[in-house]
């Protein structure tokens, strides 16, 4: 009988703060009536963007070269280029010439070695495949990236509409 008591005893008080009272105000409250609104989403003209990974390292002689086209690339085309240093292979290894400092991450090793970046500095644009290679030397970047720019290759335009039925309470979207 103890046990009984005992469980009652814990239960009904459970029961008892689980219950909650919704006010009205905090009730949901369905549109009523036919409505045809649809919500407009305004087209915003986009830029097309150009990623750039420039692949570097501390002991890489010609590295700095290239950081500097890099930064020339960023003047010339601005908000269209996106431009991102990666330290990988043995290059970026740290060593007491740069106070031991480490920029190398797992992902850029694993990058390196599924793009075929066998020697530094080198460039990859938008990871897709010029030539047959996916690297090309910073000689090169301006004239890729502009060809890129240039195409209408685009990866993705996204347009975007919303219409709520209120007769089946359903929102459209196109």
């Given at each position: 009988m103890k046990k009984i008591i005992y469980i009652f005893a814990i239960i009904?008080?459970?029961?008892?703060?689980?219950?909650?009272?919704?006010?009205?105000?905090?009730?949901?409250?369905?549109?009523k009536g036919q409505t045809k609104e649809t919500t407009p989403i305004t087209k915003v003209d986009t830029?097309?963007?150009?990623?750039?990974?420039?692949?570097?390292?501390?002991?890489?002689?010609?590295?700095?070269?290239?950081?500097?086209?890099?930064?020339?690339?960023?003047?010339?085309?601005?908000?269209?280029?996106?431009?991102?240093a990666v330290h990988a292979t043995a290059f970026a290894n740290p060593s007491t010439g740069n106070n031991n400092l480490d920029f190398k991450t797992e992902y850029g090793e694993k990058w390196a070695i599924d793009?075929?970046?066998?020697?530094?500095?080198?460039?990859?644009?938008?990871?897709?495949?010029?030539?047959?290679?996916?690297t090309i030397g910073d000689a090169n970047w301006d004239n890729q990236i502009q060809n890129t720019i240039n195409s209408q290759d685009h990866?993705?335009?996204?347009?975007?509409?919303?219409?709520?039925?209120?007769?089946?309470?359903?929102i459209l979207v196109s």
């Open positions: 009904l008080p459970l029961i008892w703060v689980s219950c909650d009272t919704i006010e009205e105000e905090e009730r949901l409250v369905y549109p830029i097309q963007k150009v990623l750039l990974e420039d692949y570097t390292g501390w002991k890489c002689v010609n590295c700095p070269r290239a950081a500097v086209k890099a930064t020339e690339m960023i003047s010339k085309y601005s908000e269209q280029l996106v431009v991102m793009f075929g970046c066998t020697s530094l500095p080198t460039g990859i644009i938008n990871r897709k495949k010029i030539g047959g290679v996916y990866i993705m335009n996204i347009n975007l509409g919303a219409e709520y039925r209120s007769d089946d309470n359903q």
